[in-house]
């Protein structure tokens, strides 16, 4: 089973930058989906950015392209969410989650298809 552990969430005046980790483990072979959702109280968890361990692609939600980058650790088996420019409308509960990409299939931007959890981390952006 994949395992995901978040960290570094906390508080950060706008325009300022803040960077999540997600390190994974129990995980060997390639295919593997990595998402960072977000959700914000009264609205529905949102595809931040969509990262996929056997394709150089990525896909990032319009309201956070241009700001956020994913990145990895190979050796550290750790994802990476650097936000920068943060916005107030950033604020949420950031997740991090995993699942097995299908074969020949691009990786799902929708909460629903994830099936591995990070407990989630909390991000406050004030004005």
């Known amino acids: 089973q994949v395992q995901l552990v978040e960290s570094g969430g906390g508080s950060v005046q706008a325009g300022g930058s803040l960077r999540l980790s997600c390190a994974v483990s129990?995980?060997?072979?390639?295919?593997?989906?990595m998402g960072w959702f977000r959700q914000a109280p009264g609205k529905e968890r949102e595809g931040v950015a969509i990262?996929?361990?056997?394709?150089?692609?990525?896909y990032y939600a319009d309201s956070v392209k241009g700001r956020f980058t994913i990145s990895q650790d190979n050796a550290k088996n750790t994802l990476y969410l650097q936000m920068n420019n943060l916005k107030p409308e950033d604020t949420a509960m950031y997740y991090c989650?995993?699942?097995?990409?299908?074969?020949?299939?691009?990786?799902?931007?929708?909460?629903?298809?994830?099936?591995?959890w990070g407990q989630g981390t909390q991000i406050t952006v004030s004005s």
């Open positions: 989650a995993a699942v097995h990409r299908p074969f020949g299939r691009s990786c799902s931007r929708g909460s629903a298809d994830y099936h591995y």
């Open positions: 129990g995980y060997t072979g390639s295919g593997l989906c």
């Open positions: 990262y996929s361990t056997d394709q150089i692609t990525t």
